[in-house]
């Protein structure tokens, strides 16, 4: 089997130099790597000229990064903004672009995706074409495991990756023609396309995904602050795309049950009447609107929607009796007991013990359940890291729910980005 083994990057050469190292390192080497950079500087194109590899290099330079660029970029493309940018710099390619790109210039049969931060193990190539051969694979996806040294870095792991290997674009196999027919990777974001990608080449090719692990990803990030820009920015990103229907859901159905709380007091926080923004039947509105939003959308779909694999609130059943359930307890005590203490149905704080007891769910599930079953040790979680585990899993829920919910909320009145074929 002929390989091109394609390298999106970006200003990282110790990160390339140790790709292709390596990649020289292999049991069964590649016939050509090709490397496509929008770096801002030139360090990898050097690199690519100077490094001793016995493997052939082949470098494409994709565009050139520059500050804000992708921003303006966009900008240049509105009717009223276009006239203020003049600059003719195509700016960075998002790793999914680089990656279509290479697949044009790539000169073998098969390509083998990966990325500058994805080392793999030196059996990687040649087990893969043995797999193939002896599965009668047309793809076979990447498995990846994530390091963590640092103590923030296992904090991470546990709450998000685990410790076990992932399924991955990154070290995919596949042949050159097939992905050219159809099946490149979605472009204008820089994430969610590989979901994307995995999901529709599964529907239509007999793939294959390893159970040991062949590469390994040695960058999680090292503090706070970067790894929450990364994830909201990562998750405002996929919020466009057609995946991950039942998680848009779920923090759809959370926004709707915080209303369901907030909005009967409304009135009262802002001070009745003599309160400028008093709204009357506010929560009859409220109900109403939630209802109509959720007819429309099952309405729409059922009409319009065939191009979604999965549509908008395909779990509305689910979230319809959420709701009631949440409702029925925020007005337990009005309804059933009519708010005499003495009554055998009035449970004092109901609502308050039913969001502490979520909350509690949440929490146990993030800190507990996940990591264990993504191999995280026990030695590790306990006494107390699995309180941190926990407490940052669900910051970070925190942090991606804009990008959930305005995609729950879009998703079926907007064109789904998908690749350039579709």
């Known amino acids: ?21 390596s990649l020289n390192q292999q049991l069964l080497l590649p016939s050509e790597i090709v490397i496509v950079d929008s770096s801002s500087k030139d360090d990898i194109d050097k690199l690519s000229k100077n490094i001793d590899s016995i493997i052939p290099i082949t470098y494409a330079r994709f565009g050139r990064a520059y500050r804000n660029d992708r921003l303006i ?7 009223i903004t276009k006239y203020f940018f003049q600059s003719n710099l195509k700016g960075r390619a998002y790793p999914y672009e680089a990656t279509n790109h290479g697949s044009l210039i790539a000169k073998n049969e098969w390509l083998a995706f990966l990325d500058a931060t994805t080392i793999p ?14 599965n009668k694979a047309e793809v076979v996806f990447g498995n990846t495991q994530y390091l963590a040294e640092t103590f923030f870095q296992k904090i991470l792991r546990a709450s998000t990756y685990g410790a076990n290997g992932i399924e ?23 994430s969610g396309g590989d979901v994307d990608w995995k999901n529709r080449v599964r529907s239509n090719f007999r793939s294959f995904t390893p159970k040991d692990t062949y590469l390994v990803y040695p960058n999680l990030h090292k503090d706070l602050v970067s790894c929450t820009k990364k994830f909201f920015i990562y998750q405002m990103h996929t919020a ?11 923090y759809f159905l959370l926004t709707l049950m915080f209303g369901l709380v907030l909005i009967p007091k409304w009135n009262a926080i802002v001070g009745w009447e003599a309160s400028p923004y008093y ?11 939630a209802t109509l939003i959720l007819l429309f959308s099952l309405l729409f779909n059922r009409l319009f929607v065939k ?5 908008f609130l395909k779990n509305a059943y689910k979230i319809s009796f959420f709701i009631l359930i949440s409702f029925a307890v925020y007005n337990w005590n009005s309804f059933l007991a009519g708010w005499v203490e003495e009554s055998v149905w009035y449970i004092p704080h109901i609502t308050k013990i039913f969001i502490i007891f979520l909350c509690f769910a949440s929490f146990t599930y993030r800190g507990l359940y996940f990591p264990i079953k993504n191999n995280i040790t026990f030695d590790f979680l306990f006494p107390m890291n699995w309180v941190c585990v ?3 899993g669900l910051f970070l829920d925190i942090v991606k729910a804009p990008g959930y919910l305005i995609g729950a909320l879009i998703s079926p009145f907007i064109k789904v980005i998908r690749s350039p074929a579709n």
């Open 240 to 250: 466009v795309q057609d995946i991950a229907h039942s998680v848009k859901d779920l």
């Open 168 to 190: 991955t674009a990154p070290g995919s196999f596949m042949r050159r023609k097939d992905f050219l027919n159809g099946f490149q990777i979605t472009e204008g974001v820089r």
């Open 1 to 21: 089997m002929n390989i091109s083994v394609i390298i999106p990057t970006l200003d990282n050469p110790d990160d390339v130099f140790d790709v292709i190292k």
């Open 121 to 134: 193990s030196k059996n990687w190539i040649k087990d893969y074409v043995e797999t193939i051969q002896r």
């Open 73 to 79: 970029m966009m900008l240049k493309t509105l009717p």
């Open 279 to 289: 709204m009357p039947h506010i929560t009859k509105i409220y109900l109403l609107s």
């Open 307 to 311: 191009r979604t694999s999965k549509p």
């Open 390 to 392: 926990g407490s940052l």
